[in-house]
């Protein structure tokens, strides 16, 4: 599956960015998602995903809880990120993620090592 990420953008702190990711097939019905990011020198950290089984179960990072809501679109290919509220320390480029085809268990969902395909990214930069 090939991601392609787009949405990132110049905002003010305490405005919002609506990021997309469509991927370049459907995925399979039981798979996650997740958006990650990753500032200048820091490591990339988990955002926020969902995870198919059966039900969705949506999982976020304690650092967006609250200000960012991920959601997918009913074809299934296409995954957005909702950031409202947003800060300077949510500056970072962002990178969608897709487990398809497999499925990882929950705990497992937060860890890189889930995801086999990834989006090229996308600046958001949150400045006055």
């Known amino acids: 599956v090939q991601l392609q990420a787009s949405g990132g953008g110049l905002v003010q702190p305490g405005g919002s960015l609506r990021l997309s990711c469509t991927a370049s097939?459907?995925?399979?019905?039981?798979?996650?998602w997740a958006w990650f990011r990753q500032a200048p020198g820091k490591e990339r950290e988990f955002v926020a995903a969902?995870?198919?089984?059966?039900?969705?179960?949506?999982i976020y990072a304690d650092s967006v809880k609250g200000r960012f809501t991920v959601s997918r679109d009913n074809a299934g290919n296409v995954m957005y990120l909702l950031m409202d509220s947003l800060k300077s320390e949510d500056t970072a480029k962002y990178y969608c993620a897709c487990s398809s085809p497999r499925n990882p268990i929950l705990s497992a969902v937060r860890s890189e090592a889930s995801y086999g395909s990834w989006g090229q990214g996308t600046q958001v930069t949150v400045s006055s």
């Open positions: 097939e459907r995925t399979v019905r039981n798979y996650a």
């Open positions: 969902f995870r198919r089984s059966g039900g969705t179960t949506y």
